[in-house]
């Protein structure tokens, strides 16, 4: 089956830097991968949707500068916190449309990634 | 997009079916009835999709009412490892992108 893959699964960042968190999708193509995060105890929020070879779309509320992403390849979609402060730590998640269905909607998720900024 | 609701939270005893309702009162025609779940501190699982019909997988089993504003995600025999909190997702189908998750229920299998 379709499998996302998130790299890293953790990271500890001090406040003012940025950090990469890569999305790739290991078995199939995706020209869409959709960023969310996701803070405790609360439900996913999404953040933009990455398209492969254009700009991201950012919901409402979603800082584009803040946030960077960039798809450049049909198996990773990559975001960019930038200049991370503590009320950045969140877990962020992406997810791809796989092949499950050509009919339906179904989204592969990956297992996220943990951002602790001090 | 339709909204859901969804009870916040449920429990079920080990090796019983647990039964979580979905409640799409204005689902439209070409809207896709979808329910994934979130273990903790894991990113979410796609578990069952339906658009009309009764869909039955490996996880689980879809019931859809026949004027389809409410369906049930049934876990025939719930296991500890099934704790988690399930989402019901109502979208469009195609290409149509994006899920967006509401606040889905709490189900807290107990031995």
Known sequence: GAVVSQHPSRVICKSGTSVKIECRSLDFQA??????RQFPKQSLMLMATSNEGS???????VEKDKFLINHASLTLSTLTVTSAHPEDSS???CSARGDRDSG??????????RLTVL | ??????PPSMDCAEGRAANLPCNHSTISGNE????????HSQGPQYIIHGLKNNETNEMASLIITEDRKSS??????????DTAVYYCIVRGGGNTGKLIFG??????VKP
């Open chain 2, 72 to 81: 049930t995600l049934i876990l025939p025999h719930a296991t500890l490892r």
């Open chain 2, 103 to 108: 606040q889905g229920t709490t189900l807290q």
């Open chain 1, 31 to 36: 020209t869409t991968m959709f960023w969310y």
């Open chain 2, 32 to 39: 896709y009835v979808y329910w994934y779940r979130q273990i």
């Open chain 1, 55 to 61: 700009k991201a779309t950012y919901e409402q509320g």
């Open chain 1, 91 to 93: 877990f962020y998640i």
């Open chain 1, 104 to 113: 339906a909607n179904v989204l592969t998720f990956g297992a996220g990634s």
């Open chain 2, 1 to 6: 997009d339709a909204k859901t609701t969804q």
